[in-house]
Nanobody, 127 residues
Framework: QVQLVESGGGSVQAGGSLRLSCVTSTYTRSSTLGWFRQAPGKEREGVASIYTLLGSTYYADSVKGRFTISQDNAKNTVYLQMNSLEPEDTAMYYC?????????????????????WGQGTQVTVSP
């Protein structure tokens, strides 16, 4: 069982930055950790993912160049640095983990592959 706890959400103006953190209860050498988001009335979508064994990262087109996912293995923590935030980034952000997904460009964003989920942290970006 893997427990995930997110933090770092908040309210910012467009153009601002936030850093989300996700602390995992255990560290698995080869895990896939992802950030997903869900806005009211919309489906949950993948934002970014990282494969802990290789440090491989994947991003949604909508956040490339603005968001960065990273890991600190010593702290069992994955981060999502969000810069140049836009009102369209407003959503509940969730951290998710899979212990058996080998991610690729064609599968990392499918939420069904992630077994463990955090409770979410709200990000609100005002114009």
């Amino acid at each position: 069982q893997v427990q995930l706890v997110e933090s770092g959400g908040g309210s910012v103006q467009a153009g601002g930055s936030l850093r989300l953190s996700c602390v995992t209860s255990t560290y698995t050498r080869s895990s896939t950790l992802g950030w997903f988001r869900q806005a009211p009335g919309k489906e949950r979508e993948g934002v970014a993912s990282i494969y802990t064994l290789l440090g491989s990262t994947y991003y949604a087109d909508s956040v490339k160049g603005r968001f960065t996912i990273s890991q600190d293995n010593a702290k069992n923590t994955v981060y999502l640095q969000m810069n140049s935030l836009e009102p369209e980034d407003t959503a509940m952000y969730y951290c998710a983990a899979s212990t058996n997904l080998r991610p690729s460009g064609s599968n990392w964003f499918f939420s069904v592959f992630y077994k463990y989920w955090g409770q979410g942290t709200q990000v609100t970006v005002s114009p």
